[in-house]
């Protein structure tokens, strides 16, 4: 029988629950045991996949199409825990199944629908689907904080479901912020109690508290939480603020004996922990021997988790090139109005990353420009590649008109437009072109050797495409269209051969990027930024 964790957060937000259920799964994934991890979300969207990203950050997209909260990113980063769309539920897609199995007929034979049981079941059910025979553990995030009304059926659900499979068979972490006070001089653990007592009044008493502070837990504010959250002391675990990376989670996380704690409480069998490969990774990222400064071009930069995954994926590609990476995070309406050099002078590489709408997209073409012009690597992705493709036309093909018709419906020359299957789509939740698809590569390619394979699968999130109208006049002034799907009908991957390094992909090789394994585009991309950066260092000393 698989066993449970379910893990709650308290006081406030953005403590890092994705990241501790993650880093959780991968210690015991170091000890040879089966994870699966899912996540529930309060909110009443069916999907992220039409939310802001200032909302709550990027859209994580799986291989099975699925749109999701951006902490299963941290999942698949940390551990190699397959994930699908039944790792995903918001309250929203679990209203739905409910009023669906309503409208049937079949389900509840008459009843009156409610909360409880109903509500409360179809949670339960989404956790069980997961703890199949293959299974040892399976971590349970629930997102919000204990104290929302939002959050009260999850967490209903979860107290009633240990009573179903056993008190012996779950486990309850709440992850909790422990303030510093600075005017007292102090850590506070009323926040932490309060919180805790909050979820004892639901009647889940947790048997672990993770706390989340700025400052070293004083052995005697460890007791007090102890005794007032009703948890043995070796139990409350300090969990510090990271200088370096989020990647020391973990390493943080066994000093503490969190492994063991969960293997001895669970009655797990297990191998012993080995995490040298973890250690020598976060060795790495401590220890660089070079540093590069990145430009990231987009139009969300005042939300940090809107390029998640994008900022991750250069962090990796930085590990496998022992090398730092300074992200210079820019505004693209900042770029336009010719003010490029003044803004992006002096970087390595320059990345635009994706995104929706018209607001920024001079700019991230303003930027292209500028990186094609002074031969400085570039990385486009998605919108990115859709941009790289317009500011080509206009530059190149002296189609000063060249647009996507996403953005100018009456452009004379759409060298981006709407994909076929996408004119009749009248709604907008996870009806894009989504989820893991084939690509062809050609060989001798920026892409071809970064890959060092001949077919690719990746994953895709929109709903325009490079107009194959174009492709000839492309071709014929030097443009090299290098990825293609098997059929020959989309362009994946676009590059500038008469350049160092310039590559555009229409998908998110972000999401596919893990810290033990950058993904090769973007490890290609800081090699070649690398490059630049110590031929200029070079060319600046024979001076």
Not at 160 to 177: D, K, M, P, S, W
Not at 231 to 252: F, G, M, Q
Request: charged share 25%.
């Amino acid at each position: 029988m698989a066993k449970h964790i379910f893990v709650t957060g308290g006081v406030v937000s953005s403590l890092g629950k994705g990241l501790t259920c993650a880093s959780i799964g991968m210690l015991l994934e170091h000890r040879n045991l089966r994870v699966r991890l899912q996540k529930f979300d309060p909110y009443i969207n069916v999907d992220p996949g039409t939310m802001s990203p200032y909302q709550h950050g990027e859209v994580y997209v799986l291989d099975d199409g699925s749109e999701t909260d951006l902490d299963l990113g941290h999942y698949e980063r940390f551990t190699n825990a397959p994930l699908t769309r039944e790792c995903n539920y918001t309250t929203g897609k679990i209203y739905l199944s409910v009023i669906q199995k309503e409208r049937e007929g079949k389900y509840y034979e008459g009843r009156t629908v409610q909360v409880i049981p109903h509500v409360t079941d179809e949670i339960k059910a989404a956790v069980l689907r997961l703890a199949d025979d293959d299974v040892d553990v399976v971590i349970t995030e629930i997102g919000g904080t204990v104290g929302d009304i939002e959050s009260l059926p999850f967490l209903e659900a979860i107290r009633q479901f240990a009573l179903e499979v056993g008190r012996e068979n779950c486990l309850y972490i709440h992850l909790t912020l422990v303030p510093y006070l600075k005017a007292a001089a102090e850590l506070k653990t009323k926040p932490t109690q309060h919180s805790v007592g909050a979820l004892r009044q639901i009647g889940i008493q947790p048997d672990i508290l993770i706390c989340r502070t700025e400052h070293p837990i004083s052995s005697e504010d460890k007791d007090k939480m102890a005794l007032f959250c009703n948890v043995d002391r070796k139990a409350v675990i300090e969990e510090r603020d990271k200088e370096y990376s989020i990647y020391e989670v973990p390493l943080s996380l066994v000093s503490n004996g969190l492994d063991e704690i969960l293997v001895k409480r669970l009655g797990l069998k297990s191998a012993a922990l080995d995490i040298t490969d973890w250690r020598d990774l976060v060795d790495r990222v401590r220890h660089p021997d070079h540093e590069v400064t990145i430009a990231v071009v987009g139009k969300y930069m005042k939300h940090r988790d809107a390029y998640k995954s994008v900022y991750e994926s250069l962090d990796h590609a930085g590990i496998a090139n022992k090398s730092r990476v300074v992200v210079r995070r820019i505004e693209a309406e900042e770029v336009t109005g010719g003010g490029a050099d003044a803004i992006l002078g002096g970087v390595d590489g320059i990345l635009v990353p994706g995104g929706f709408g018209m607001r920024g997209v001079e700019g991230k073409i303003e930027a292209i420009r500028y990186a094609r012009k002074k031969n400085i690597p570039f990385f486009g992705i998605c919108l990115g590649m859709q941009c790289a493709t317009v500011e080509f036309a206009r530059s190149m093909l002296n189609l000063d008109d060249a647009n996507s018709t996403e953005f100018d419906k009456s452009t004379q020359s759409p060298v981006i437009s709407l994909m076929e299957d996408q004119a009749y789509v009248n709604q907008r939740g996870g009806t894009m072109r989504l989820g893991s698809w084939p690509c062809n590569l050609t060989p001798g390619s920026l892409a071809h050797k970064a890959y060092g394979a001949d077919l690719i699968h990746e994953r895709h999130r929109h709903r325009y495409e490079f107009n194959n109208s174009y492709r000839k006049a492309f071709e014929e002034n030097g443009f090299r269209l290098t990825g293609m799907s098997p059929d020959g009908s989309l362009v994946e991957i676009i590059e500038w051969p008469n350049h160092p390094w310039f590559l555009a992909v229409q998908f998110h090789p972000e999401f596919k990027s893990k810290p033990t394994k950058s993904h090769p585009l973007f490890r290609d991309f800081i090699a070649a930024a690398l490059e630049r950066r110590e031929g200029n260092r070079a060319e600046a000393d024979s001076r």
